[in-house]
C-alpha cells in the first residue's frame, strides 16, 4: 500500500506543480530539447577531422589524466589529514619538520612524469611544424575585421577575396529600445563567402595581417596561428571528411574583434574544381568591368553594398561615424572635397588612424563606387563621380 | 615592551596629514591596504560589467569598444592597483615586526612610493572620460594595436605605468634594504619567516622587471609621438618584439602576484595546525628556483605566434620544469598539515582553500604548458580560467587569509569569527561558481576577450554571470567585517592564535605606533 500512496501523492504533487509552472517548464524543456543548445553544455574541447586534430586531443586528454592521478594522490593526503587530524577531535601535534628522503621523492617523481608527457608533446609539435610538400598554398590576410583569402600558385586570373560576417547587425545589437531579430543557428559563425579546400589534400596557409595581429584559429583543424603585420607564418592543414567548421579570431584586434568569425568548407576535389573554375570566371569578369562604363547612379547603388559591408561598422550606417575614433562622412571635409584628395584617404588610408588603405583590398570597381556613394549619400550633394578605370591608373601608379 | 618613552616618540599625530606626511611603516601599510581594497572594488565593478554583458548572447549594455575598455581597465585595475599594493601594505606592515626592525629602512621614499599611486589610478581611470575612451587594448597592451591604432588617450595610460611603475620600483628598494640591513641580531637569513623571504625575492624581482615595462611603454612612446618603428612593420619594426619585451617583463610578474601569497600562506598553515613548517630549508630553494625559471619561460605566452620549432620546444620544457618546485611547495603545505592538529579559524579556510584552488589552477598551468595543446587552448575562456584560479582563489585569497590572520595585531580586536566563516564561503562558491565553467568554454571554443558570443556559450556565460555577481557582492561582507572589527569586538591577546609563533606575535595587540626601538633577542 504504501508504494502506492506514496506515487499518488507524487504524481499528484507533480501535476498540480505542472499546472502551476507549465510556462516555465516548457520552456525548460524548449531549452533542453532543442539539439541546438543541447550542444550548449559542451564540456570539452573538439577531435576534429585531421591526424593532428586527433593527436592533440588525445595528448590534451592523457595530460587531464595525469593531473586527476596526482590530484587524486594530493588531494586524498590532504582531505585525510583535514579529516584525521582536527584539534577538535583530541589531535596532538607531531614535531616533525623535515624528511629528506621523501623530499627527494616528491622531487624527482614529478620530475619523470613531466620527461613521459614532454615525449609525446615533441613528437606531436615537430609533426604541426612539418608544413612541406603542400599541393596547395593558400595567402591569410586578417584585417580589422575581416580575413582576406588568396589562392597562390595559380594560372588565370587570381581568386582572391574576403569573408565577412554575415550575421545581420539587428541579430546581436539588442540594445535597450532597439528592435532586434531572432538569433540564427550559427548566430556570429557565419560568414558571407568560406574558404574552400580540397578533401586529403595538404593545404600550407601562409598568414599575415594589413592592419593589427590577428589570430586564425579553426578548432577543427586544430591550427591557431597568429597573423602579423610584416611576418609571414605558415601552417598546414590534411582535412580529412568534407563539411563546413567554423571558428573566429582569437587575438584581441580592435572593436569588433568578437565579429570576425571563420568558416572552412572542405569539398570533394571534383566540387572543389568546380568552384575554384567559377571563382576564377567571376574574377575575369571584375577585371573585365574596370574598362566598362558605369553611369553615376550605377555607381552610388553599387556603392551602397560596399560600404555596408566594409565602411559601416565604424563610419556607421547614417554616416554619422563614432567621433573622434571614427570620424563622420556627412558633411565631411574628404566627401566634400576635391575628388583626388577623397582618392587618396580610400586607396592610401590615414596614417596614425583606424582608416585603413582599402587600394589593396578592394577592386577598382567597388572603390570607385563606394567614393562616388559617399560624395552623393548622407546629404552630401557633390554630383560627381570617380571611375573605375581612374582608380585603377591610381593603383597601378603607387 | 619595545616602545621608547622619549618625547620624539609620542603616537601619530592627529587629522589628514598623518596621512599625508606619515612615514611609519604602519600607517603607510594601512594606507596601501585601504588603497588596494578600493582599488579590488573598482576592478570588481568593470568585472561585472563585463560578466553582465556576457549574461546572454547579443550585445545589451556597451558597445564593443566601452567592453574591451572593461576588460582592460579591469586588468591593469586588479595587476597593478589592487593584488601588488595589497601585497606591498602587508610587507610595509609585517616585515619590520617578523625580523625586529623598527621601521622600513627608507620611510620617506615609503612615503613616496605610496603616493604616487592614487596619481597615478585617477589618471588612469580618468581617460574613461576622454575623447575616443581610455585603454581598449586589452592590459597586455599588444603593439600595433597599442601605438598605431590606439585611442588617443594611450599617452595618459603610458604615463600612468611609468608611475606605477617608479611606485614598485621604490617599494621593492625600501623592501630589501630593509630585510638586508634592519635584521635583528641572531635573525639570520635561514631564520626568517617565509613571507619575509618570499617577499626578498619577490622585490628583487619587481627590480629586475618593472625597467622593463618602463623600456617597453617608453618604446610605444616614441613609436606614437616620435615617429620611430620599434614596432611598426611598415617602417623595419617588429611587433613581435613588443611581445618578447612585454612577456620578459610579465611572466615575472606573475610570480610577483604569487610567492607572497606563498608566504602568507607558510605562515598561516602551521600556526592552525600547531606544528612546524615542513621543509623550511626546500621552500626558500623551491621560492627562489620559481623566480629563476620566470626569467626564462616568458615566450610560453606566445606559442601561436610562430616561433621556429626550437624555440617552442625550449620554452615548453622549461615552462614544464616550473612544475618540479611548486609541487615541492604543494607537498610541504600539505605535509605540515598531516599529523598536525588542526582548527579552521578563517584564516585557516582561506589557506587551505589557496592549496586545493591554486593547485587547480597549476593543473591547468602544466597543460597549458604543453606547446601542440596550448594551439587549442591559447587566448581562449581555457586561458581566462586558468589565470584566474591562480590569480583569485590564490593571490587575493592569501591577502584575505593574510588580514583576518593579522587583523586582531593591527587593530587589537578579534573579527567576528561566524561573519568571517560566512564571507570566506560565500566567495568559495562564488569563485567556483564564477570559473569554473569558463574552463568548459575555452574547450569548447570560445575565445577571450569578445563581448558577445555564438549560442553554443550561453548556458555557461550564465552560470559564469551569475558566480561573478555572487562572488562581487559577497566581498562588500568583508568591508563590513573589517570596519566593525575596526570599531571593537573581543580584545586580542599578544599571541592571538594559539599556534603562532614570530616576532609579531611577542608584540602587544593592536601594535604600538613604534615597535622594536631596540632589536628583540632572538634565540
Not at chain 2, 604602519?26 to 553582465?52: C, E, H, N, P, Q
Request: hydrophobic content about 50%; glycine content about 8%.
Amino acid at each position: 500500500m504504501l508504494p502506492t500512496l506514496s506515487t499518488n501523492t507524487i504524481s499528484s504533487f507533480f501535476s498540480a506543480f505542472c499546472r502551476r509552472y507549465s510556462r516555465l517548464l516548457l520552456a525548460l524543456t524548449l531549452v533542453f530539447s532543442s539539439p541546438a543548445l543541447l550542444a550548449s553544455w559542451t564540456l570539452n574541447m573538439r577531435e576534429g577531422i585531421t591526424e593532428i586534430s586527433r593527436e592533440t586531443y588525445n595528448l590534451h586528454m592523457t595530460i587531464i589524466w595525469i593531473c586527476v592521478a596526482i590530484g587524486v594522490v594530493v588531494y586524498g593526503v590532504l582531505f585525510y589529514s583535514l579529516f584525521a587530524y582536527r584539534k577538535s577531535k583530541g589531535a596532538v601535534p607531531a614535531t616533525f619538520y623535515h624528511n629528506t628522503t621523501a623530499e627527494i621523492i616528491w622531487t624527482v617523481i614529478p620530475f619523470i612524469i613531466l620527461i613521459a608527457m614532454a615525449v609525446p608533446s615533441t613528437k606531436v609539435l615537430m609533426k604541426i611544424y612539418d608544413t612541406d610538400d603542400s599541393t596547395m598554398d593558400i595567402r591569410i590576410t586578417g584585417y580589422q575585421w575581416r580575413w582576406q583569402y588568396k589562392y597562390l600558385n595559380d594560372k588565370g586570373a587570381p581568386v582572391v577575396y574576403f569573408s565577412n560576417l554575415s550575421t545581420p547587425a539587428e541579430q546581436y545589437e539588442n540594445f535597450p529600445g532597439k528592435i532586434s531579430a531572432e538569433k540564427g543557428e550559427h548566430y556570429l559563425l557565419e560568414v558571407d563567402e568560406p574558404l574552400v579546400i580540397p578533401v586529403n589534400k595538404k593545404v600550407r596557409f601562409l598568414l599575415t595581417s594589413g592592419d593589427v595581429i590577428h589570430s586564425w584559429w579553426m578548432p577543427d583543424f586544430a591550427i591557431k596561428k597568429d597573423a602579423i603585420p610584416g611576418f609571414m607564418n605558415a601552417s598546414s592543414v590534411i582535412a580529412e571528411k568534407t563539411g563546413i567548421y567554423r571558428g573566429q579570431c582569437a587575438e584581441l584586434c580592435g572593436r569588433n574583434h568578437g565579429f570576425m568569425p571563420i568558416v572552412v568548407e572542405v569539398k570533394e576535389q571534383a566540387d572543389f574544381d568546380k568552384w575554384y573554375a567559377e571563382k576564377q570566371e567571376a574574377a575575369q569578369k571584375v577585371a573585365d568591368m574596370t574598362s566598362k562604363e558605369f553611369t553615376r547612379e550605377q555607381l552610388v547603388e553599387m556603392g551602397q553594398t560596399v560600404y555596408n559591408t566594409y565602411c559601416m561598422a565604424c563610419h556607421q550606417a547614417n554616416g554619422q561615424g563614432l567621433p573622434p575614433t571614427f570620424p563622420a562622412l556627412a558633411g565631411s571635409k574628404v566627401a566634400n572635397g576635391p575628388l583626388e584628395g577623397h582618392l587618396d584617404t580610400v586607396l592610401h588610408g590615414r596614417k596614425g588612424t583606424a582608416m585603413a588603405a582599402f587600394g589593396t583590398q578592394l577592386s577598382p570597381v567597388d572603390i570607385a563606387a563606394v567614393i562616388t556613394f559617399e560624395r552623393n549619400s548622407f546629404g552630401n550633394k557633390m554630383g560627381d563621380m570617380a571611375t573605375p578605370l581612374q582608380v585603377y591608373q591610381l593603383q597601378q601608379a603607387k | 615592551m619595545a616602545t621608547g618613552h622619549d618625547d620624539h616618540h609620542h603616537g601619530p599625530a592627529k587629522g589628514l596629514t598623518r596621512w599625508l606626511y606619515t612615514t611609519n611603516h604602519k600607517d603607510i601599510g594601512t594606507l596601501y591596504l585601504w588603497f588596494s581594497f578600493a582599488m579590488f572594488l573598482l576592478g570588481g565593478t568593470f568585472a561585472l560589467v563585463i560578466r553582465a554583458e556576457l549574461f546572454q548572447p547579443g550585445l545589451q549594455f556597451v558597445d564593443p569598444n566601452l567592453f574591451n575598455q572593461m576588460t582592460t581597465m579591469h586588468g591593469l585595475v586588479m595587476v597593478f592597483g589592487a593584488v601588488m599594493p595589497a601585497f606591498v601594505g602587508l610587507a610595509n606592515w609585517m616585515v619590520p615586526m617578523m625580523i625586529g626592525a623598527p621601521d622600513m629602512a627608507l620611510p620617506r621614499m615609503n612615503n613616496w612610493s605610496f603616493w604616487i599611486l592614487p596619481f597615478a589610478f585617477a589618471m588612469m581611470s580618468s581617460t574613461l572620460f576622454m575623447d575616443g575612451g581610455g585603454p581598449n587594448f586589452g592590459w597586455t597592451f599588444y603593439a600595433p594595436l597599442s601605438t598605431t591604432f590606439a585611442p588617443k588617450s594611450v599617452t595618459f595610460f603610458i604615463f600612468a605605468v611609468h608611475m606605477m611603475g617608479a611606485s614598485s620600483i621604490m617599494g621593492s628598494i625600501n623592501i630589501i634594504a630593509t630585510i638586508q640591513n634592519l635584521r635583528a641580531p641572531g635573525m639570520t637569513y635561514m631564520k626568517m619567516p617565509l613571507f619575509v623571504w618570499t617577499w626578498l625575492i619577490t622585490a628583487y624581482l619587481l627590480i629586475a622587471v618593472m625597467p622593463v615595462l618602463a623600456g617597453v611603454v617608453t618604446m610605444m612612446l616614441f613609436d606614437i609621438h616620435f615617429g620611430t618603428s620599434f614596432f611598426s612593420a611598415a617602417g623595419g619594426g617588429d611587433p613581435v618584439l613588443f611581445q618578447h619585451v612585454f612577456w620578459f617583463f610579465g611572466h615575472p610578474e606573475v610570480y610577483i602576484m604569487i610567492l607572497p601569497a606563498f608566504g602568507v600562506v607558510s605562515e598561516i598553515i602551521p600556526t592552525f595546525s600547531r606544528k612546524r613548517l615542513f621543509g623550511y630549508d626546500s621552500m626558500v630553494y623551491a621560492t627562489s628556483s620559481i623566480a629563476f625559471l620566470s626569467f626564462i619561460v616568458w615566450a610560453h605566452h606566445m606559442f601561436t605566434t610562430g616561433m621556429p620549432l626550437a624555440g617552442e620546444l625550449f620554452f615548453m620544457y622549461s615552462t614544464m620544469l616550473i612544475a618540479v618546485p611548486t609541487g615541492v611547495k604543494v607537498f610541504n603545505w600539505i605535509t605540515t598539515m598531516f599529523k598536525g592538529s588542526l582548527s579552521f579559524e578563517t584564516p585557516m579556510l582561506f589557506a587551505i582553500a589557496f592549496v586545493v584552488l591554486f593547485t587547480c589552477g597549476g593543473f591547468t598551468g602544466l597543460m597549458l604548458a604543453i606547446a601542440p595543446a596550448d594551439f587549442q587552448y591559447q587566448d581562449t575562456y581555457f586561458v581566462v580560467a586558468h589565470f584566474h584560479y591562480v590569480l583569485v582563489p590564490g593571490a587575493v585569497f592569501s591577502i584575505m587569509a593574510a588580514a583576518y590572520y593579522w587583523l586582531p595585531k593591527w587593530t587589537g580586536n578579534m573579527y567576528d569569527e561566524n561573519l568571517g566563516k560566512l564571507h570566506f564561503w560565500l566567495s568559495f562558491i562564488g569563485i567556483n561558481i564564477l570559473f569554473f565553467p569558463q574552463h568548459f568554454l575555452g574547450l569548447a571554443g570560445m575565445p577571450r576577450r569578445v563581448p558577445d558570443y555564438a549560442l553554443q556559450f550561453a548556458n555557461f556565460n550564465m552560470v559564469s554571470s551569475i558566480g561573478a555577481f555572487f562572488f562581487g557582492f559577497s566581498q562588500l561582507l568583508l568591508l563590513f567585517i573589517v570596519i566593525k572589527t575596526i570599531k571593537g569586538g573581543k580584545k586580542a591577546t599578544a599571541q592571538v592564535w594559539e599556534g603562532a609563533e614570530g616576532l609579531e606575535w611577542t608584540l602587544p595587540s593592536p601594535a604600538p605606533y613604534h615597535t622594536f626601538s631596540t632589536p628583540p633577542p632572538i634565540k
